[in-house]
Antibody, heavy 122, light 110 residues
Framework: QVQLQQSGPGLVKPSQTLSLTCAIS??????????WNWIRQSPSRGLEWLGR?????????EYAVSVKSRIIINPDTSKNQFSLQLNSVTPEDTAVYYC????????????WGQGTMVTVSS | QPVLTQPPSASGTPGQRVTISCSGS????????VYWYQQLPGTAPKLLIY???QRPSGVPDRFSGSKSGTSASLAISGLRSEDEVDYYC???????????FGTGTEVTVL
């Protein structure tokens, strides 16, 4: 059974970096048939896909246009997890952040993490 | 802001059929698959429909999806009290090179 377990701080100061980690059990971050995504949800912006990392003989990253200049998603094969870094945050980045798996053949987010509420405030 | 448009609410009595629409454009729904997610309060979304009309194992056949042109629909037949939650559509957008979501629809069972 595949599970995603998120960790990271729930409070970040404006202009600082938001960092979250998603640990994978039951699958591999290096899988050739899955991609590993970050999605956030807020009352003002709704559900918003932020980006993904995936391995197809080499590593690929794809990011949403809205955050492309501020985001890094990194796989960590030694710990079988992947991370989100969002730089220069503002109160508009306050949201529930989810990690999720996108499985080839479904082409959909079939497994989700539990969600992390992140508040950007001084 | 969400790219796909859904009605804010939909309602029906127990046993009825309810339909939720999702409107997009040629760059998303018009060119790619549509997915539907169900979200209970305080929990992560759950995949309900993938590739326009396919149900993952464990999803009741009361839920069905369809797509036509740049719009899609989710139908819930035999409405039950536990269906009273939020529903979101999603698709890949070729212009944005990313996934986009709908505005969400809250279903009420009268």
């Amino acid at each position: 059974q595949v599970q995603l377990q998120q960790s990271g701080p729930g409070l970040v100061k404006p202009s600082q970096t938001l960092s979250l980690t998603c640990a994978i059990s039951g699958d591999s971050v290096s899988s050739n048939s899955a991609s590993w995504n970050w999605i956030r949800q807020s009352p003002s912006r709704g559900l918003e896909w932020l980006g993904r990392t995936y391995y197809r003989s080499k590593w690929y990253n794809e990011y949403a246009v809205s955050v492309k200049s501020r985001i890094i998603i990194n796989p960590d094969t030694s710990k079988n997890q992947f991370s989100l870094q969002l730089n220069s945050v503002t109160p508009e980045d306050t949201a529930v952040y989810y990690c999720a798996r996108d499985l080839d053949g479904l082409d959909a987010f079939d497994i989700w993490g539990q969600g992390t509420m992140v508040t950007v405030s001084s | 802001q969400p790219v796909l448009t859904q009605p804010p609410s939909a309602s029906g009595t127990p046993g009825q059929r309810v339909t939720i629409s999702c409107s997009g454009s040629r760059s998303n729904i018009g060119s790619n698959y549509v997915y539907w997610y169900q979200q209970l309060p305080g929990t992560a979304p759950k995949l309900l429909i993938y590739r326009n009309n396919q149900r993952p194992s464990g999803v009741p056949d009361r839920f069905s999806g369809s797509k036509s042109g740049t719009s899609a629909s989710l139908a819930i037949s035999g409405l039950r009290s536990e269906d009273e939650v939020d529903y979101y559509c999603a698709s890949w957008d070729d212009s944005l090179s990313g996934y986009v979501f709908g505005t969400g629809t809250e279903v009420t069972v009268l």
